[in-house]
């Protein structure tokens, strides 16, 4: 079936420090690819989505890009701040039964950045 | 436009006793799908209504069930509850069609002692 994995966290950073936060699926025809992004307490928000092969999905300084090739939707962001700190899931939708769509989510990676 | 909208956001709960949370979806949104978060299972798709329809389901027993009504808003429904139920329930809403993005509300954490 479907899956998504995602690098094992937690990943501790310094501030304007690069991140990347490897993501990698295995899917039937052609997901729709997300990140998603939950703060402590708190339900998931979407932070960026991919629809097709080559597709870039960005917010809030966040960026990923859909690969075909190598299946993968890494998430990346160039100088993180403090309020970034947060549990990060990849995720894609699944077509099933032909019409309704599941979310299949990664195991999340929790992301810590110190000042 | 006003979110996704999960009551309560906090329940406790005893063994055996049965639960049902509500979740009002956004504006205009159709599809409503509920997700199990747990440490150790992570996040786990429940089931999905549209249009008052249950369109798919996950590997869940039965004691997990839920209904949509005519205005989109929906209930999940766990009987008999057991330890391992406690977790924390996600709601979230989609126009539906196809591979739209999901919004979700913040979740009603249960606690089942």
């Known amino acids: 079936g479907d899956s998504v994995t995602q690098m094992e966290g937690p990943v501790t950073l310094s501030e304007e420090a690069f991140l990347t936060i490897n993501c990698t699926y295995t899917?039937?025809?052609?997901?729709?690819l997300f990140w998603y992004v939950q703060y402590p307490g708190e339900g998931l928000q979407l932070l960026l989505k991919?629809?097709?092969?080559?597709d870039k999905g960005s917010n809030k300084g966040f960026e990923a890009t859909y690969r075909k090739e190598t299946t993968s939707f890494h998430l990346e962001k160039g100088s993180v701040q403090v309020s970034d700190s947060a549990v990060y899931f990849c995720a894609l939708v699944s077509l099933v039964n032909q019409a309704g769509t599941a979310l299949i989510f990664g195991k999340g990676t929790t992301l810590s950045v110190s000042s | 436009k006003a979110g996704v909208t999960q009551t309560p956001r906090y329940l406790i709960k005893t063994r055996g006793q049965q639960v049902t949370l509500s979740c009002s979806p956004i504006?205009?949104?159709?599809?409503v799908s509920w997700y199990q978060q747990t440490p150790g299972q992570g996040l786990q798709f429940l089931f999905e209504?549209?249009?008052?329809?249950?369109?798919n389901k996950g590997n869940f027993p039965g004691r997990f069930s839920g209904r949509q009504f005519s205005n989109s808003r929906s209930e999940m429904n766990v009987s008999t509850l057991e330890l391992g139920d406690s977790a924390l329930y996600l709601c979230a809403s989609s126009q539906g069609q196809g591979r739209t993005e999901a919004f979700f509300g913040q979740g009603t954490r249960l606690t089942v002692v």
């Open positions: 991919a629809t097709k092969a080559d």
């Open positions: 899917a039937t025809g052609y997901p729709s």
């Open positions: 504006s205009g949104h159709r599809s």
């Open positions: 209504y549209f249009s008052e329809t249950q369109r």
